[in-house]
């Protein structure tokens, strides 16, 4: 993974535990987001998120499972979509 | 006039699933039973909000299969659910378990029970209008049947109101959060004609990108964030969850607020279900089905105890002596409408109920149980599920008779009231 999706990945992990979830100790940025109570509303506040703090407005289509499947994955997802 | 009087050992004030536990519990162990219920049917917020599923019921999983958590009334009355076909489970949503129930059902097995029990007696469309207490006891209050009034004399009280109506109306001291700082209410409407194959996982991922998209770019309102979607399995049918954001000064007991609420629930909900309609292929065929008899409000005025449960106890799973029933849901934030944040007790632990967090700290014979028990904001949002108010109304319901069979000013001890719950228990 680049520096940058690194970092934001980092970033993006404090977000879904501060506002959205509660992870174990041993959760990582490749853990299954799903598996900790990730759900569609989840998805829903997540995207509203991210866009309030990264400024990234995630397009349709790629409000899919996979993009949300571990926190890795989203940031991947976001430096793609480039942070504006 | 003259006003009827009714005289009972327990008056229950509200039939939801705190009333229910407390008045079928008080009835088997021998106390003269008065349930109030100021709606056409019991349930409370399983029925008149349709609430479609009942939490709180199983212990956090820590093992792969659920375990139900409260020996007695709750378990007995989720078996009567599933037997009777009004629910099937339990099911894992998340971290979670719950036992899915169909509104109508739930009504229905409230009936029952009910009608099978000695001792008790139902007044539905019965609204309480007054308290009197006299002495640090509570003494007598007035019911209203659309202006047909009647005047009970129990020896102890219930409030199962959800909103500490009982308490308000004593005119003793209540708690209630900042507007801020108290949980949203939800709004719950019914689809029917949705293609539930399209509403899976997949489904419903979708319909959260297609709302989260139209919230940016402006074509829905922000109210639609946080909406779930969920087929019932039972034909066609779809429940549809909103939560209302409540407004500046947001306070569920003031009558024009609660008002508003109430068309506030409806606008959106026709604004997100046509919405939806033109938009996810699973609600293309559907219709809006039936509205909720009322917003269910998931927070409001509690008791203000002898003992107060706090966030911390819950977060803790603190061990309590005074123990009289569980709680088993964690914390279920939504101070927000955007949904909720979950907040789990340490190793899954349960809450520790007390008999103190059920008792009035000020009226010796006045009981609370469900939601409006003694607790501070951060354990409301855990120990207000049906399954959790199904077991302290068990435990208010216990130590009412003890004390209305003593007619003493001591309290029920809390082996007494343990007793009592294992005794009559049938289940």
């Known amino acids: ?84 | 006039m003259l006003v009827p009087v009714i005289d009972c050992d327990v008056l229950v004030l509200g039939g939801g699933s705190a009333g229910i536990a407390a008045a079928i519990t008080a009835a088997r162990a021998g106390a003269k039973t008065l349930l109030l219920e100021r709606h056409g049917s019991l349930g409370g917020m399983a029925t008149a909000a349709l609430v479609h599923s009942v939490c709180g019921l199983y212990f956090l999983p820590n093992e792969s299969e659920p375990k139900l958590a409260h020996p007695g009334f709750p378990t007995e009355f989720a078996a009567r659910l599933v037997s009777v076909g009004a629910a099937s489970g339990p099911v894992r949503m998340g971290r979670v378990y719950v036992l899915p129930h169909s509104p109508p059902g739930f009504a229905a097995v409230c009936d029952m029970f009910i009608s099978e029990s000695l001792n008790l007696s139902t007044h539905l469309h019965s609204e309480l209008i007054q308290a009197s207490v006299v002495d640090g006891r509570l003494q007598h209050v007035e019911f209203s049947c659309r202006g047909v009034r009647s005047q009970v004399r129990a020896r102890a009280w219930v409030d199962a109101s959800g909103d500490a109506a009982l308490c308000f109306m004593s005119g003793i001291d209540t708690y209630q959060s900042s507007s801020s700082s108290l949980q949203r209410p939800a709004f719950i409407f019914a689809l029917q004609g949705v293609d539930v194959l399209l509403l899976d996982e997949q489904g419903r991922i979708r319909l959260a990108a297609i709302i989260a998209t139209a919230v940016r770019e402006g074509r829905l309102g922000s109210g639609a964030l946080g909406t779930q979607v969920r087929a019932t399995h039972r034909g066609s049918e779809a429940y549809v969850t909103i939560d209302l954001a409540g407004g500046a000064n947001f306070d569920p007991t003031n009558p024009a607020q609660i008002t508003e609420l109430e068309l506030e629930g409806r606008r959106l909900a026709i604004e997100i279900f046509t919405f939806l309609k033109h938009t996810h292929p699973a609600l293309m065929e559907a219709h809006l089905s039936a509205f909720p008899a009322r917003v269910g409000i998931r927070e409001s005025r509690r008791l203000r105890g002898r003992l107060t449960i706090t966030g911390d106890d819950v977060l803790r799973g603190t061990d309590s002596d005074e123990s009289v029933a569980l709680g088993t849901w964690p914390m279920e934030n939504r101070e927000k409408n955007t949904g909720p944040k979950w907040l789990f007790p340490r190793d899954n632990r349960p809450t520790q109920i007390p008999l103190g967090a059920l008792h009035s700290a000020e009226v010796s014979n006045l009981w609370a149980a469900g939601r409006c028990i003694s607790c501070d904001h951060e354990a409301q949002a855990a120990i207000r599920v049906m399954g959790t108010c199904m077991a302290s109304g068990q435990a208010a319901g216990a130590a009412a008779t003890i004390q209305a069979s003593e007619d003493r000013r001591t309290a029920p001890s809390v082996p007494q009231v343990k007793a009592l719950i294992s005794k009559v228990a049938r289940a």
């Open chain 1, 1 to 84: 993974m680049n520096p940058d999706a690194s970092s934001l990945a980092a970033q993006i992990l404090h977000l879904v535990q501060a506002e959205l979830l509660e992870t174990g100790e041993d959760f990582t940025l490749d853990s299954d987001l799903f598996e900790a109570g990730l759900d569609s509303m989840a998805i829903m506040q997540l995207t509203m998120l991210l866009e309030r703090e990264f400024g990234v407005s995630i397009p349709e289509n790629l409000i899919v499972k996979s993009t949300f499947s571990t926190v890795r994955s989203l940031a991947q997802v976001v430096v793609q979509i480039g942070l504006k």
